[in-house]
């Protein structure tokens, strides 16, 4: 069942202005990690949007003490860390913005990116307040953006990693699927929407993880981790859209930082 057109016309505004991407067991430190200097760059799915306790500091990147890079940095104690990963980050602001601490001595890159570029934020929009038409038209047009233009954006991210930290492994992780499908919910978007937000999602991480390989990079699969957390699963790790929070809206819980990024992460690392 759609919003009321009363609802979706009072909370466009919010949602156009709130959601961005703002994007486990316990692991033991060996000596390799433990001597990392350690830089965790990125859009929200790395600085821990959705997951609480933000660092009062970081002000409107809003970095939570429950995002992986925080917690992978708590359990392998590294020689140095440093978190400049902000919510709304698109590729530019990574390489603007974001590569301050990255330098020759820096052992360790963790970042994700792309879905702002990919204008993840209006498609939700659409989606959430639009019909299904418009809602399969805005994603099949995000999907081209993914394909045509978004290569060239990563390209020139990665390499400027490279470029500022030549010996560093860098860790790019993907992004869950939002939706399980035939799941639990009896309201929102239809399955059709559901079904191309989903696509869109395996579209993204295919391009990147192209892309990474290209750099010689480390490529970390989060949807698999994701399988039957998603939302309209019984044990969603992923926030549905929240009208009180919207900027929360579709992105990882703490559960979802701890369950899914961090295991991925640790893995690659």
């Known amino acids: 069942m759609r919003l009321s057109r009363i609802t979706a016309y009072a909370s466009s505004l919010l949602l156009a202005a709130g959601l961005t991407l703002a994007g486990a067991g316990a692991v033991h430190a060996d000596s390799s990690t433990a001597a990392a200097n350690y830089v965790a760059l990125g859009d929200s799915y790395s600085s821990g949007v959705g997951a609480g306790d933000y660092d009062s500091g970081s002000g409107d990147c809003k970095r939570s003490n429950n995002a992986y890079p925080v917690l992978w940095a708590a359990a392998n104690a590294p020689s140095s860390f440093d978190f400049t990963a902000c919510s709304g980050a698109v590729t530019s602001d990574v390489v603007n913005n974001q590569l301050g601490p990255v330098n020759s001595a820096t052992s360790l890159v963790s970042l994700s990116i792309g879905g702002n570029d990919a204008g993840f934020a209006d498609v939700m929009m659409t989606c959430v307040l639009q019909s299904e038409a418009n809602c399969v038209a805005r994603v099949e047009e995000a999907k081209s953006f993914v394909t045509g233009t978004l290569p060239g954006r990563l390209d020139s991210t990665y390499s400027a990693i490279s470029d500022k930290a030549p010996d560093a492994q860098v860790v790019v992780l993907g992004y869950p699927r939002f939706y399980q499908l035939e799941g639990s919910c009896v309201a929102g978007l239809t ?39 998603e939302i309209c699963s019984a044990d969603a790790w992923l926030h549905s859209v929240n009208w009180t929070n919207i900027g929360e809206s579709y992105h990882p819980t703490a559960a979802g930082q701890s369950g899914g990024y961090l295991p991925a992460f640790t893995s690659a690392a």
Do not use: C, P, W
């Not at 079904?195 to 698999?224: M, W």
């Open 191 to 229: 399955e059709g929407e559901r079904a191309a937000i989903n696509s869109a999602a395996d579209l993204l991480n295919e391009t990147t993880q192209k892309s990474v390989a290209d750099h010689g990079f480390a490529f970390a699969d989060v949807a698999g981790k994701f399988t039957g957390h």
